[in-house]
């Protein structure tokens, strides 16, 4: 996929082996920025899907004793962010700042994270600079608010199940550009919650493997691998649910592949601790489900005065 935008960007007209770059004016400026093919034939779909896999690459990065799977670890991780960097999506970039910091949380814990985010500061003003201008004033920007404050109108209008899947353009011109905000208008509250449900079990299985201490006699260093593996894919999680703020992929199948590898590692790490999923952990999944969707709702009518 990176090489594909590499052929992309390198073409005087944007055409890769597969398919052309997508041209986007802002301030006058003409920028380009690369996509892929199939569920990726968006620039925005194959930021997220690069950011993604940043964890996936990092946790072979330091957990491995190959000095050729480190290398090749470090390498993609390289690449992937160049890859991001070719899409010229705002979101992915937030996103990969997201999954970076969380990454720093891990290797160095929360005081030399906040210590090397602030050092990086530059380094994060310098890259943003290279995108797209991230502003009200941008018309990108602007349709986005736009499309945010319809879909709080289409909730009002059809609050319990929404308009439908994948009819937000059916009453709006340009799609939502963010996942959260497709969900609540196509799907309603019933729906929404349902989905943040799907979504909350997830983090709530990484969460609790996570604190598991305890297991069968013989299982402590396969314990002890689930553990490390599960905190990488909660930062893979995490900038799906940061770059989805700015994207509109909610029924994506990647996402749910991660999710998948979740509920598999939760059931392996169930077979030799106590690990479990009770009523009450469901009741307050719930509950915390309806709260996001009361705090996405104050959000965005904050967002839309500033």
């Known amino acids: 996929m990176v090489h594909h935008a590499y052929s992309q960007i390198q ?20 920028s380009i920025q690369a996509r892929f093919v199939g569920n990726f034939n968006d620039p925005n779909d194959m930021g997220m899907f690069l950011v993604m896999n940043i964890p996936v690459a990092v946790y072979f990065l330091l957990s491995s004793k190959s000095l050729f799977t480190k290398l090749f670890a470090l390498a993609t991780v390289f690449f992937l962010c160049l890859g991001i960097y070719w899409t010229g999506s705002r979101g992915s970039l937030l996103g990969a700042l997201s999954v970076f910091f969380c990454l720093f949380y891990i290797k160095f814990g929360k005081v030399k994270a906040v210590i090397l985010a602030s050092i990086s500061v530059p380094v994060v003003f310098l890259a943003m600079g290279a995108f797209r201008k991230i502003s009200k004033e941008d018309e990108s920007a602007s349709q986005r608010l736009t499309a945010w404050y319809e879909g709080i109108q289409m909730l009002k209008h059809r609050p319990l199940f929404g308009f439908g899947k994948e ?46 201490q305890d297991g069968k006699e013989g299982h402590e260093e396969l314990l002890k691998k689930e553990k490390h593996l599960s905190q990488y894919l909660l930062v893979a999680l995490i900038g799906y649910a940061v770059t989805a703020f700015f994207i509109s992929r909610s029924y994506i199948m990647v996402v749910y592949i991660f999710v998948a590898m979740v509920a598999a590692m939760f059931f392996r790490v169930s077979k030799f601790t106590s690990l479990s999923l009770t009523s009450k952990d469901l009741k307050r999944i719930l509950l915390l489900s309806l709260s996001s969707l009361g705090f996405l709702y104050v959000l965005i009518r904050i967002l839309l005065t500033i």
């Open 11 to 30: 073409s005087p007209i944007g055409q890769g082996w597969a398919e052309s770059v997508v041209y986007r004016s802002d301030g006058g400026a003409k």
């Open 167 to 212: 009819r937000f353009l059916e009453y709006h011109s340009k799609v939502a550009h963010n996942t959260y905000v497709t969900v609540m208008s196509e799907l309603g509250i019933i729906g929404y919650t349902l989905w943040a449900m799907f979504m909350l079990i997830a983090l709530h299985m990484l969460l609790s493997v996570m604190k598991v």
